[in-house]
């Protein structure tokens, strides 16, 4: 198993520039979810999913979208890209009904210039 | 919703010597509390867990101890080797969010040799 996968590793956009972040685990998890990490902030709930073509805001949701068409993917879309954007994102997943442990992907840097 | 304080944020000690961080948590409903460890450019990655149906959890070197009425959760690390600098998170889960952790802000510890 490749457990949970992100692409890109590395972005660098300019304000107003549009991406996708993608997403993608092998576990036949339930549950997936995108968190932003900010120094000394701690990782934070931008959206979630508990399953397929389900979604819902966490604590952070505004800019960024969301969509879960298969249990494998869930992409993270910025629609217009802000310096306030620039942060590390984590994708995790999990199973819904035999363990709460969360499995997170490898990350990727975004820098908004 | 939840809200997860963690104290201290920067933590250092001797090789050998023992840590401990704290965190408590606000929701009553909570019933699942993680600690993940982080190490530069890495992913967060689960270390040890526990459920509110318990009040301490040990694993080798890692034990954790939850007290359920005054609302907090403590990660004692014994006898530190240097691999155990990291940043270390608690987080929280209540039984009514469908799966969201809360993190708190998290400490970084260094064991010096």
């Known amino acids: 198993n490749a457990g949970v996968t992100q692409t890109p590793k590395f972005q660098v956009l300019k304000t107003g520039q549009s991406m996708t972040l993608q997403c993608a685990q092998d576990m036949n998890h339930e549950y997936m979810s995108w968190y932003r990490q900010d120094p000394g902030m701690g990782l934070r709930l931008i959206h979630y999913s508990v399953g397929a073509g389900i979604t819902d805001q966490g604590e952070v949701p505004n800019g960024y979208n969301v969509s879960r068409s298969t249990t494998e993917d869930f992409p993270l879309r910025l629609l217009s890209a802000a310096p306030s954007q620039t942060s590390v994102y984590f994708c995790?997943?999990?199973?819904?009904?035999?363990?709460?442990?969360?499995?997170f992907g490898p990350g990727t840097r975004l820098t908004v210039l | 919703g939840e809200n997860v304080e963690q104290h201290p944020s920067t933590l250092s000690v001797q090789e050998g010597d023992s840590a401990v961080i704290k965190c408590t948590y606000s929701d009553s409903a909570s019933n699942y509390f993680p600690w993940y460890k982080q190490e530069l450019g890495k992913r967060p990655q689960l270390i040890i867990d526990i459920r509110s149906n318990v009040g301490e959890k040990k694993d080798q070197r890692i034990a954790v101890t939850l007290n359920k009425t005054a609302k907090h959760f403590s990660l004692h690390i014994t006898e530190t080797q240097p691999e155990d600098s990291a940043v270390y998170f608690c987080?929280?889960?209540?039984?009514?969010?469908?799966?969201?952790?809360?993190f708190g802000s998290g400490t970084q510890l260094t064991v010096l040799p």
């Open positions: 995790a997943s999990s199973f819904l009904s035999r363990t709460d442990t969360q499995y």
């Open positions: 987080a929280a889960i209540s039984s009514g969010s469908a799966r969201q952790l809360t």
